[in-house]
């Protein structure tokens, strides 16, 4: 699936920092603003304790683990939405991606410069959240006037409907606010989805903690002071630290295990942050199971039976008869595929059935 969750941020924050630890793809790092121009695209695999269960259960040849892309795009300064630093191509690159991944600095380094002079995470916020908001309200205005009269003619349903959402995100983004906080039955959405605004993405805020706070993030003040902002907009906060992330990526798996035990941590913070990234996305998983390989796939959810078999292959979906599926957490409590149909619970499903996160299907399928 070609979505893509964008690292953004003000410079010296840590967002190449972190995307290193995501895709080990080697961005380029530096203590001096803008190191990053072109954004950089990394492809990373969602951890799924799921996979390893399937496998013990249905043996394959291989497991495959699903994936999806970070984009790290270019640091954001004041005045980005009038052009200052390099703020028309930072705003032409999130416009690209579909969900925001805003990595706010919420540890103290005198080593590290900080754009503005001082840690102040909330200022730091604000600074992009106002720069995407003056992009948005200048493009709203732009369109609104030209919508306005065409939504006059009588027979122009379209105009009409575009200028009604219009005039619904106008004044939201004249007080300050994004566009993601106002709520849109379905039609609404699809207009929206149309105007292609910068704060109409879903967004999770990062914390970039200190090394020490790595294994309880929430003991930063700095992180609390996030996430009670992020509440304000609904928005997830995930706290870790990308430099201890950076260093994890690297270590073999037993001496990562030792690290993540001397930190009082079960998992790398990574882990939670793609998991959380991936369901920003509205993305789910299903597998295929047994013979040569047991696989994770992504698609989105709503998606029923038929859109999903074309995940794997055009041909699945265009010759769809049917879904033969298990509920991962049947097989899991049943412990095989013989014990799960004996109770009854694989289950035939046609053309309407919407795919759930976890289904373990073979598509039946003639073309």
Known sequence: MALTAGIVGLPNVGKSTLFNAI???????????????????????????????IQAIEPAD????????????????????????????F???????????????????????????????????DTINTELILADLEAVDK?????????????NKEAQAEFAVLTKIKPVLEAG??????????????????????????????????????????????????????????????????RAEEEIAELADEDKAEFLTMAGVSEPG????????????????FFTAGGKETRAWTFKAGMKAPQVAGVIHSDFERGFIRAETIA???LDQYGSVKAVKEAG?????????????????????NV
């Open 270 to 285: 990574l882990n939670k942050l793609i998991r959380a990234a991936y369901h920003l996305l509205e993305l789910r998983t």
């Open 328 to 330: 991962f957490t049947d």
């Open 177 to 242: 606010k994004a566009v993601r906080s106002i709520e849109f039955n379905e039609e609404e959405q699809k207009v929206v989805k149309g105007l292609f605004l910068l704060t109409a993405k879903p967004v999770l805020y990062v914390a970039n903690v200190a090394e020490d706070d790595m294994g309880d993030p929430t003991q930063s003040p700095y992180f609390q002071k996030i996430k009670e902002f992020a509440m304000t907009e609904h928005a997830d906060v995930i706290g870790l630290s990308a």
């Open 91 to 125: 705003l032409e690159n999130i416009r690209q991606v579909n969900a925001i991944v805003h990595v706010v600095r919420a540890f103290d380094d005198d080593e590290i410069t900080h754009v503005n002079g001082v840690v102040d995470p909330i200022s730091d916020i």
């Open 345 to 365: 619970k694989r289950r035939s499903e046609g053309k309407e059935y919407i795919v759930q996160d976890g289904d373990i299907i073979e598509f039946l399928f």
């Open 62 to 89: 291989k497991i495959i683990p699903t994936t999806f892309e970070f984009t790290d795009i270019a640091g954001i300064v004041k005045g980005a939405s009038k052009g200052e630093g390099l703020g028309n191509k």
């Open 143 to 155: 369109r609104y006037a030209k919508t306005e009269k065409l939504a006059k003619t009588a027979t």
């Open 23 to 53: 895709t080990k793809a080697g961005a380029e790092m530096a203590n001096y603003p803008f190191a990053t121009i072109e954004p950089n695209v990394g492809m990373v695999e969602v951890p799924d304790d799921r996979l390893a269960r």
